[in-house]
Structures are given as C-alpha cells and as structure tokens.
C-alpha cells in the first residue's frame, strides 16, 4: 500500500523551514491509484494551506512514509498510544496527550488527535499498521489544543468529527489562539501543516456509535474539566475514554467548574472495567484510577473554601491552595497557581 507524501515549506522570509508531510486518503491505494491521484490531493492540499509552498508529490510505500505512534493494546481491539508529560515544545512536537484506536469489524474510531500535523500524520499511519478498515470517525473529548490540532491528518483519512455540541463554539473561539500559541511553543518546523478541524457533528446528551458488531456510547457532560468534555465507553470491553475528565501524574488542568468536575466524577455510571485517562497511563482501573484526582480537587475545594472564609486576597490564596498535593503530580508549578486561581473566582459566590 502506498502513501503520498509532500514537501511543504513556508511561503516568504521563511521559505526555508520546510517537513514532508504525509497527505492521508479514505482508501487504501495500490502505486497505480496513488500516483493517479497524486497531482489533484496535493493541488486541493496546497488551496486549503496557502501560507505554504507544495513541492514534489511522491508515492512512497507506507512502510517509507513516516514512523507510526506507539500504540498498546489495552483490551482487545482497543488501542492507546500514552503521551508524553510535558509542555509542547521543538522536541516532543505536541506528543503530550494519550489517544485512542478502537477497531469494529466495520470501521475504526479514533479517540483524540494531539496536538500538531505531525503526531495526527504518525496517528494515521499507527492505525494503518493495525488495519486496513475504514477510519469512519474521529472523536474529540474537549476542545484543548492537545486533543485536538492534529485532527485533520485523520479528518482527511476519512474520520468524520464528533464532540460534545459546545466544542464547535468554543474551538472556533480560541483556534487562532491555540495555533499561534503551540506555533511558538513548539516551532515553525514542527508546527508546519497544523490547521484547526472542526466539529462534522455534535452530540447533545448522548449518542451510539456502531463500528460494526461494537457499540460506543458517547455523551456530553456538564461543565466541569471545560464545558465540552464528552465519554466514550466501549459496551464490549468496558473502557471509558475518559478524555481529561481523568488525569494521572499529570497535574490536572481546571478550565470550566471544580464543583462541576466533582460532581462528574460520581456521575459515570456504566459498569466500567478500566478507563483510558487524557494524561498518565494508557489505563487504569476504576473507581481506583480516580482516586488521586478526587483527593486532588478536594484539596482544592477545601483550601480555597478556607481562604476565602479567612477573607485572603486571591493572590496570597494561590500560593498555597492545594500545596499538599504537590509531590503527587508533575507540572504542578505549570498548573496548579491556575487551578487556585480559577477555584478562588468560582468558589467566592458560593
């Protein structure tokens, strides 16, 4: 099977920043349909991207188009490849967030994109070195940039979007911002191709998702990690998707309510055998597996409650707020002062 790959690079004083990128088809191509098709996908690819220059299409075999994510096999036909534990920079090219695969006998799901072209691009090609299925849908737990800006690399495969029905909004809201944001953080090279994917599709409450003899159960919450977090839960194996309803290791990052996300955290409900979180291991048990993030929000409650009590300042509160937590969780310098400060300005019209 083959692949079409271009050089890109970027138009004006910076022309000489270029990265091959990998250019994704729904079908699986011989050399001949490939090559057939090469010159039109990359024309169209260059119209969507016209701060870039697009030089020499090639058809490569896809063992020679680029180096797949790592995935691990956490139940049988579901697969999770673990981010790394970092802020995105030149080196980690956005790898930060765990993603899933999840293979019916129809069609595949992909839970999350990352963060860049690049990891959806590697995304793609670990897919394509589990099966050849279609790749039918792409979904988005939340609208962060990390679970999202490498989406169009599988867009592109095929995957139709799916989020909770606030993400479209939200995204759109803070696209420009995200991408200029990881553009800095991780560089020019590295960020080369990345272009927001919106919503195909939303889901107001919850919604099926047959992938062929596998049931996925999708549903919107209310807001707590942001106000567009939505589950996947796998019926046959028991997996929840957790998107970053769930960190592990990873300080978790407050972006919507702490008494929302509590309340979340009792609320989910199926008989859940293990969960996939947004960051940490590929998997955990549950309830076990939530039990560091309850101690931590509940840290976070209880100081905040008591400094506000006090009538502390918010910017003496923060310096404090959840300390006790801190040899658990890594990035807590990066989170945790936002954390407080979003908990003291949620908390105080209690």
Not at 180 to 197: E, H, M, N, Q, V
Not at 221 to 241: S, Y
Not at 307 to 316: C, D, Q, R
Request: with cysteine.
């Amino acid at each position: 099977m083959f692949e079409l790959i271009v050089l890109a690079c970027l138009r004006g004083d910076m022309a000489d920043i270029c990265a091959p990128r990998l250019l994704p088809a729904p079908a699986v191509l011989s050399h001949a349909a490939c090559e057939a098709t090469a010159a039109e996908r990359a024309a169209t690819w260059a119209k969507a991207h016209p701060d870039l220059m697009i030089h020499d299409p090639e058809c490569r075999p896809r063992s020679e188009a680029g180096t797949p994510l790592s995935l691990t096999e956490i139940a049988p036909g579901i697969h999770v490849h673990r981010g790394g534990i970092g802020i995105p920079n030149g080196k980690n090219l956005g790898d930060l967030a765990n993603l899933g695969v999840i293979i019916g006998e129809e069609s595949v799901a992909v839970i999350d994109a990352g963060s860049t072209r690049h990891v959806g691009e590697r995304l793609y090609l670990a897919v394509r070195a589990l099966t050849d299925k279609p790749i039918g849908t792409l979904i988005y737990t939340h609208m962060h940039p990390d679970h999202t800006l490498g989406g169009s690399a599988i867009a592109e495969a095929g995957g139709r979007i799916i989020a909770h029905r606030k993400l479209d909004r939200g995204l759109r809201a803070r696209a420009e911002n995200y991408e200029a944001s990881l553009d800095a953080l991780i560089g020019a090279k590295g960020f080369l191709g990345t272009r927001t994917a919106f919503p195909d599709e939303s889901v107001m409450g919850s919604a099926e998702i047959d992938l062929g003899g596998r049931i996925l159960d999708l549903r919107a919450w209310h807001t707590a990690h942001t106000d567009n977090d939505l589950t996947v839960f796998d019926r046959q194996t028991g997996t929840l998707f957790t998107g970053d309803l769930v960190f592990a290791t990873h300080t978790p990052a407050l972006d919507g309510s702490l008494t929302g996300w509590i309340d979340v955290l009792d609320e989910l409900d199926w008989p859940i055998k293990r969960i996939v979180p947004g960051h940490g291991p590929a998997s955990l048990p549950w309830p076990e597996g939530g039990k560091a993030l309850r101690r931590y929000l509940g840290a976070i409650a209880r100081d905040t409650r008591a400094a506000i009590h006090k009538g502390e300042s918010i910017s003496s509160a923060i310096k404090h707020i959840g300390e006790s937590e801190r040899e658990h969780w890594q990035l807590f310098d990066e989170f945790n002062p936002r954390n407080a400060t979003a908990a003291y300005k949620e908390l105080e019209w209690e």
